[in-house]
Antibody
Framework: QVQLQESGPGLVKPSETLSLTCTISGGSVSTDYWSWFRRPPGKGLEWIGYVSYSGITNYNPSLNSRITISIDTSKTQISLKLNSVTAADTAAYYC???????????WGQGTLVTVSS | DIQLTQSPSFLSASVGDRVTITCRASQGISRFLAWYQQKPGKAPELLIYAASTLQSGVPSRFSGSGSGTEFTLTISSLQPEDFATYSCQQLNSYPLTFGGGTKVEIK
């Protein structure tokens, strides 16, 4: 059974870079598309961007200049880098797998990242 | 960007109640809409996709309808495990966007 697990620092200082990894177990990343989402405290979900199995990316324009999403097929990992973070980037971050129908049917448990000095 | 407006944002209901949540899109999105359930500290769970298709393993008390700009999620008989936050998501165009969420609490 395929499972996704996010990992990374729970605390990041303002202006620094947030780096998270999504590790896929029980399957390959060499198919499908993989997205990052986040939910700030008390707010709705937000799509951050996706990476395809071949490395094609598409980012939310609201974050575009600060994001890098990449894929490492040998390590079965997806990574997210968000630079120049502020308190507004405090959120639970999730990675998710897109089905061929286009819908996100498999999600990681999420990891909470707090931006604070 | 396509804006999704959910209503109500908060709902208090009893076990056994019929519950309906509405999601309105700022422009037509055909049937490219999904509904998710999320409990505190847990991942979102896909309930409905393509506006009305029940995801495998989801109880049949959940149903979705609508097309274009207006969609509904209905829970026919609310169960204790259904108390959670529900969110709609449009996949018609990028950037993907979500509604603000509806929190369903026990009356």
């Amino acid at each position: 059974q395929v499972q996704l697990q996010e990992s990374g620092p729970g605390l990041v200082k303002p202006s620094e870079t947030l780096s998270l990894t999504c590790t896929i177990s029980g399957g390959s990343v060499s198919t499908d598309y993989w997205s990052w989402f986040r939910r700030p405290p008390g707010k709705g979900l937000e799509w951050i961007g996706y990476v395809s199995y071949s490395g094609i990316t598409n980012y939310n324009p609201s974050l575009n200049s600060r994001i890098t999403i990449s894929i490492d097929t040998s390590k079965t990992q997806i990574s997210l880098k968000l630079n120049s973070v502020t308190a507004a980037d405090t959120a639970a971050y999730y990675c998710a797998r897109r089905h061929t129908t286009g819908y996100y049917y498999l999600w990681g448990q999420g990891t909470l990242v707090t931006v604070s000095s | 960007d396509i804006q999704l407006t959910q209503s109500p944002s908060f709902l208090s209901a009893s076990v056994g109640d019929r519950v309906t949540i509405t999601c309105r899109a700022s422009q037509g999105i055909s049937r490219f809409l999904a509904w998710y359930q999320q409990k505190p500290g847990k991942a979102p769970e896909l309930l409905i996709y393509a506006a009305s298709t029940l995801q495998s393993g989801v109880p049949s008390r959940f149903s979705g309808s609508g097309s274009g700009t207006e969609f509904t999620l209905t829970i026919s008989s609310l169960q204790p495990e259904d108390f959670a936050t529900y969110s709609c998501q449009q996949l018609n165009s990028y950037p993907l966007t979500f509604g603000g969420g509806t929190k369903v609490e026990i009356k």
